[in-house]
């Protein structure tokens, strides 16, 4: 099956600093690319959708210059944390579609914590 | 068992009983909905799916029902094991290429043996 990665698994940084996730298909093309939060015991939230060499359109809510997503190859989304606070420490989580029946396959999410 | 049609954010049956997860979706325009299992730490596990014009789908001892009409999904398990413990999902979409999937609320199952 279509395996999407996603590094880090975890980062700790400090208030203030920006931090980078990506998100790999390693399989397959992926045309399109989600990035979903989940806050402890809560259900996976859409931040965003980023098509391949497009601009990514974001939720309600979701503030784009805070969060940077970038889609330039069909196999590498990435998703940027900039000047991230406590309140953004959460799990990340990228899914990525592009077979012929737009499943999606989703990776093992980042763990970030700000301190 | 639970209460069918009503969500309930945990669930503890004993290995070998059969599991019923309920779940409530809000667009009656989507087309295709997916139960997923999630994992402590770890991303969603795909179970099962099923398309908007079909009422019920098996998988290996999963089952999937679809009431449109009530808007209600819900998954069976049959024979629980210790190995299913974890939070499931149900997600729905419009089925179109590059649409998101929606969320439900979780359900947390736990297994005792």
């Known amino acids: 099956g279509a395996v999407v990665s996603q590094h880090p698994s975890w980062v700790i940084c400090k208030s203030g600093t920006s931090v980078k996730i990506e998100c790999r298909s390693l399989?397959?093309?992926?045309?399109?690319m989600f990035w979903y939060r989940q806050f402890p015991k809560q259900s996976l939230m859409l931040m965003a959708t980023?098509?391949?060499?497009?601009?990514?359109?974001?939720e309600q809510g979701v503030e784009k210059d805070k969060f940077l997503i970038n889609h330039a190859s069909l196999t590498l989304s990435t998703l940027t944390v900039t000047s991230a606070h406590p309140e953004d420490s959460s799990f990340y989580i990228c899914?990525?579609?592009?077979?012929?029946?737009?499943?999606?396959?989703f990776g093992p999410g980042t763990r970030l914590t700000v301190l | 068992g639970e209460s069918v049609g009503l969500h309930l954010p945990t669930l503890s049956v004993q290995e070998g009983d059969n599991s019923i997860i309920n779940c409530a979706y809000s667009?009656?325009?989507?087309?295709?909905f997916i139960w997923y299992k999630q994992e402590s730490g770890k991303g969603p596990q795909f179970i099962i799916d099923?398309?908007?014009?079909?009422d019920k789908r098996q998988g290996q001892r999963v089952t999937v029902l679809l009431n449109k009409t009530v808007k209600h999904l819900s998954l069976q398990i049959a024979a629980t094991q210790p190995g299913d413990s974890a939070v499931y999902f149900c997600?729905?979409?419009?089925?179109?290429?590059?649409?998101?999937?929606?969320f439900g609320k979780g359900t947390t199952l736990s297994v005792s043996s």
């Open positions: 899914s990525a579609s592009g077979t012929v029946d737009n499943e999606q396959f």
């Open positions: 399989d397959f093309q992926a045309t399109t």
């Open positions: 980023s098509n391949e060499g497009s601009k990514a359109t974001y």
């Open positions: 667009n009656s325009a989507s087309d295709y």
């Open positions: 099923i398309r908007s014009n079909m």
């Open positions: 997600a729905e979409s419009l089925n179109q290429a590059g649409t998101a999937l929606i």
